[in-house]
């Protein structure tokens, strides 16, 4: 019997079993750091199971470790369990009931096939040669939870880690991957153009933000169609400009907020000096100042490239040769898996959720999205391709 056998009959048994306490996470959804809801269903999930637990001191996390029959590595899979602050208007029976908050990003299937991945790999544990670490991490969506778990020990003593990240813009059941830059670094741009107030009637005794603002917003954008190199892409996307109080009055100061994604470290970093650059020459142009603040978010994702390549020939032995392809260029959102990712070898792999009533993938709702769903079937090729990505590590 192959292990593709081995392990897809199972989980398609307990597809009922994740669909369920993924419906139960989605009605019940919770934000940031602290999900004690949450974490709850995820210990009673784990139950039975003769794992060992532990919660987290500063977040409510849980780790939890199987031993196998036999000695060798330690392997992490990891699933993200908080939810974002916004509405749902799917119109599911099981939609949020928690007002302006919703699992938009599909985190609660991320937790739920990571514990159908336990119970298929518990029952077969004797034959794992080595350990696996399940990784129940809250705070994703923007509040480092993955920092939070390191710093209280979950990467101790382990080899290799692998995260699943549903993709509704992907058919049902396929696998994508990349080696190397997987998704983008994702920092907040924030500048404040300050001048001289005055009577709008007489701008010349002014010395007027708003045009110094404008013209920045445009002189950003021809930066980085000028000075970045096509194929080592960032986006720079201001989304906010705010000035003044009234129609008459040339105000003090304008503010402009956005957000800057880069693939490198290196074009990251290179871009944060020529937004100050600019912002301060703009500026000067018009007799003003500019403050630039750059707030540092998620580093880039980089899958080590082999793992990539030993996940994606896991996922062709689970999956089948035509529901694998790999990724031409990386994602532009942001993960913390990224810093689990800079201490130990691993990788992240996205899988297709797509609606089968969706005739174009690219036209669903895509994550984030109040009107997000997915196909929870391909849950099963999920938990699944946990296990196997976690025993063939092992044996090898």
Not at 141 to 155: C, F, K, Q, S, W
Not at 271 to 281: N, P
Request: hydrophobic share 45%; charged share 20%; glycine share 8%.
């Amino acid at each position: 019997m192959t292990l593709t056998e081995e392990l897809m009959a199972p989980a398609r048994d307990l597809l009922p079993e994740v669909v369920e306490l993924r419906r139960a996470l989605h009605v019940h959804p919770e934000l940031g750091l602290d999900l004690p809801r949450t974490q709850s269903a995820v210990l009673d999930a784990l139950q039975g199971l003769g794992l060992q637990v532990r919660t987290g001191g500063r977040l409510s996390s849980v780790v939890a470790d199987l031993d196998g029959g036999l000695d060798g590595p330690t392997v992490l899979l990891r699933g993200d369990m908080d939810a974002l602050p916004m509405p749902e208007d799917t119109g599911l029976p099981f939609a949020s009931t928690v007002d302006g908050t919703m699992h938009a990003c599909g985190h609660d299937a991320h937790t739920a096939m990571l514990v159908g991945a336990a119970r298929l790999l518990a029952a077969r544990r004797e034959r794992l040669p080595g350990r696996v670490r399940f990784m129940f991490q809250p705070g994703e969506e923007g509040d480092g939870g993955a920092v939070h778990m390191i710093d209280e020990g979950v990467l101790d003593g382990v080899d290799g880690a692998f995260a699943l990240h549903v993709a509704p813009n992907l058919w049902s059941g396929m696998v994508a991957y990349r080696p190397g830059p997987a998704m983008a670094s994702a920092d907040v741009v924030e500048v404040t153009v300050t001048g001289r107030g005055d009577h709008a009637s007489t701008p010349h005794w002014a010395r007027d933000p708003i045009p110094a603002a404008a013209e920045t917003v445009l002189a950003l954008q021809s930066m980085v169609t000028r000075t970045v190199d096509v194929f080592d892409p960032v986006v720079l996307t201001i989304t906010q400009l705010q000035a003044g109080t009234t129609n008459n009055v040339t105000p003090e100061t304008a503010h402009l907020t956005g957000t800057l994604r880069a693939v490198s470290e290196r074009t990251r970093h290179a871009v944060w000096e020529r937004i100050r650059t600019i912002a301060d020459g703009v500026a000067a142009a018009h007799g003003c100042t500019a403050e630039v603040t750059v707030v540092e978010g998620y580093p880039v994702t980089v899958n080590d490239a082999a793992f990539a390549r030993f996940a994606a020939e896991v996922a062709l032995d689970t999956m089948g040769e035509r529901r694998v392809v790999e990724m031409p260029a990386p994602v532009m959102g942001a993960e913390d898996f990224s810093y689990v990712l800079q201490r130990v070898p691993g990788a992240m792999v996205f899988l297709g959720v797509c609606p089968p009533e969706q005739t174009d993938p690219f036209s669903a709702p895509a994550c984030h999205s109040n009107r997000m769903v997915l196909h929870e079937d391909a849950m099963a090729a999920g938990v699944a391709l946990h296990a196997a990505v976690a025993t063939t590590y092992l044996e090898r």
